[in-house]
């Protein structure tokens, strides 16, 4: 991970508590997710550093699930210094109940 990422993410981890996953199915990935979207917009780069594989097909069915995510894109560097468009996730609204 860069410098940049690496400070962004810093300070998400810094100004919110987000627990660790405690196992990677699906249903908990998606639940770390929200929880995580659900303070601020996260980057398919710094999901992947909390421990969330592949964000996109989560958020794909979050979205399947009735919840309003936006993406919009961004370049970051990897943890090989690439420069990446990735794509930044943020929640506009939850599911109807």
């Given at each position: 991970?860069?410098?940049?990422?690496?400070?962004?993410?810093?300070?998400?981890?810094?100004?919110?508590?987000?627990?660790?996953?405690?196992?990677?199915?699906?249903?908990?990935?998606?639940?770390?997710?929200?929880?995580?979207?659900?303070?601020?917009?996260?980057?398919?780069?710094?999901?992947?550093?909390?421990g969330?594989?592949?964000?996109?097909?989560?958020?794909?069915?979050?979205?399947?699930?009735?919840?309003?995510?936006?993406?919009?894109?961004?370049?970051?560097?990897?943890?090989?210094?690439?420069?990446h468009?990735?794509?930044?996730?943020?929640?506009?609204?939850?599911?109807?109940?």
């Amino acid at each position: 991970m860069n410098n940049i990422t690496t400070a962004i993410l810093a300070k998400k981890q810094s100004d919110e508590t987000i627990q660790s996953l405690p196992n990677t199915s699906y249903a908990t990935q998606r639940s770390f997710i929200l929880q995580c979207l659900r303070k601020c917009p996260h980057s398919t780069l710094e999901l992947r550093a909390l421990g969330i594989c592949s964000p996109a097909p989560r958020i794909n069915e979050l979205r399947n699930k009735g919840y309003v995510i936006k993406t919009t894109r961004r370049h970051e560097y990897d943890s090989a210094g690439v420069i990446h468009s990735i794509a930044v996730y943020t929640l506009l609204a939850s599911r109807n109940r």
